[in-house]
């Protein structure tokens, strides 16, 4: 059973800091790794991927992946209060031969960007 | 930009009886799927889709469920004998570029 975890928060950032979001994975075998923005009520919303050890920067957003840990991550630089969210973690094993099509997610870690 | 959309956006139904949801995945994504979240609850996969038939499915989607892509454009999830824990934000997503998904904007299915 792949499990995902995060936690939920409420992580309360001033705004302009940096936000620090941290999510572990269970199965070993992962290999694309996810991070959705979901506002209240609304759908998971595509921010990052990665697939590879180390970081990947984009705009305010970097991911980090640390496959030995079963760790991974994403900073927010100079938080703003739109970015005021759940951030969901998701993973994926289909690049490891034979792997499965669908996400598995965590349940997310609610963002609040204080003004 | 291009977007995936679901119609409708909120389904009431009585239990037991049958639903359903409609999608209308990008138009040259290959990969489509339905997910589901319960009230406060992680997003769970259901099933993906591919080339007319089911690629893979979750222990939820058991024979309740079933998928269809009636005609190259629409991507339908039928729930028969709803029970009142379907009750959930049911998503559909798509992508050309497999594992990431775009999900569309979802619907609210209340069971009664």
């Known amino acids: 059973q792949k499990e995902v975890e995060q936690n939920s928060g409420p992580l309360s950032v001033p705004e302009g800091a940096i936000a620090s979001l941290n999510c572990t994975y269970s199965?070993?075998?992962?290999?694309?790794f996810f991070w959705y923005r979901q506002y209240s009520g609304k759908s998971p919303e595509l921010i990052m991927s990665?697939?590879?050890?180390g970081d990947k920067e984009d705009g305010r957003f970097t991911a980090q992946l640390n496959k030995a840990s079963q760790y991974v991550s994403l900073l927010i630089r100079d938080s703003q209060p739109s970015d005021s969210a759940t951030y969901l973690c998701?993973?994926?094993?289909?690049?490891?031969?034979?792997?499965?099509?669908?996400?598995?997610f965590g349940k997310g870690t609610h963002l609040i960007i204080q003004p | 930009e291009p977007e995936v959309t679901q119609t409708p956006s909120h389904q009431v139904t009585q239990m037991g009886q049958e639903v359903i949801l409609r999608c209308v995945p990008i138009?040259?994504?290959?990969?489509f799927y339905w997910y589901r979240q319960i009230l406060g609850q992680k997003v769970e996969f259901l099933v993906s889709?591919?080339?007319?038939?089911?690629?893979?499915k979750s222990e939820i989607f058991d024979d309740q469920f079933s998928v269809e892509r009636p005609d190259g454009s629409n991507f339908t999830l039928k729930i028969r004998s709803t029970k009142l824990e379907d009750s959930a934000m049911y998503f559909c997503?798509?992508?050309?570029?497999?594992?990431?998904?775009?999900f569309g904007q979802g619907t609210r299915l209340t069971v009664v």
């Open positions: 997503a798509s992508n050309l570029d497999r594992p990431k998904a775009f």
């Open positions: 199965d070993r075998v992962s290999q694309s």
């Open positions: 998701a993973v994926n094993d289909l690049y490891s031969g034979g792997g499965a099509d669908g996400l598995t």
């Open positions: 990665i697939y590879s050890n």
């Open positions: 889709f591919y080339n007319n038939e089911i690629s893979e």
């Open positions: 138009s040259n994504h290959l990969y």
